[in-house]
């Protein structure tokens, strides 16, 4: 389960290099936000339950809708503010809007729904489905390919 969209960094520093029309430049921009992602918290393991399959990407992908604990949301919560606060540190305006429109982010809605992702849909418009109650055991939080991260 994805809690916080980065997408690929350079890419990320492409966008935030438009957004500030070459204010914040990529050497500035990177390292900054490769230090901020290595100095998240944690979040613990947690349990998760899905009955949902639901359409995903427009249509495209279909994933579990995944009921968690209200501290996942919290963690998720704080992780966008925590965004928020290096993008404007980045001298980003229109920071809400930044985080809709960046292709790199890849955010389609302001709203997390936490769910996972678990292949593409038959059609295009395939429907909601209920399942069988599905109990699912989440690790502890990490960056994915934190190895792919300029070093500091």
């Known amino acids: 389960?994805?809690?916080?969209?980065?997408?690929?960094?350079?890419?990320?520093?492409?966008?935030?290099?438009?957004?500030?029309?070459?204010?914040?430049p990529a050497e500035k921009v990177l390292p900054e936000v490769a230090s901020w992602l290595t100095e998240?918290?944690?979040?613990?393991?947690f349990l998760g339950k899905s009955d949902k399959l639901i359409p995903l990407g427009g249509g495209r992908l279909m994933g579990?809708?995944?009921?968690?604990?209200?501290?996942?949301?919290d963690y998720q919560a704080l992780l966008v503010q925590g965004l928020h606060v290096l993008f404007d540190d980045l001298g980003l305006d229109n920071i809400d809007?930044?985080?809709?429109s960046s292709p790199?982010?890849?955010?389609?809605?302001?709203?997390?729904?936490?769910?996972?992702?678990v292949g593409k849909a038959r059609t295009r418009h395939e429907p909601i489905a209920e399942i069988a109650p599905v109990a699912i055991e989440f690790g502890?939080?990490?960056i994915r390919n934190q190895e792919?991260?300029?070093l500091p």
């Open 40 to 45: 998240l918290p944690v979040l613990q393991g």
């Open 140 to 142: 502890d939080s990490r």
């Open 64 to 73: 579990l809708e995944v009921d968690v604990p209200q501290e996942v949301h």
């Open 148 to 150: 792919a991260l300029p």
């Open 1 to 24: 389960m994805t809690l916080l969209h980065v997408g690929i960094l350079e890419e990320l520093g492409r966008d935030i290099v438009a957004w500030t029309k070459g204010l914040s």
């Open 97 to 100: 809007d930044f985080i809709l």
């Open 104 to 117: 790199a982010l890849g955010y389609k809605s302001p709203r997390w729904l936490p769910h996972i992702a």
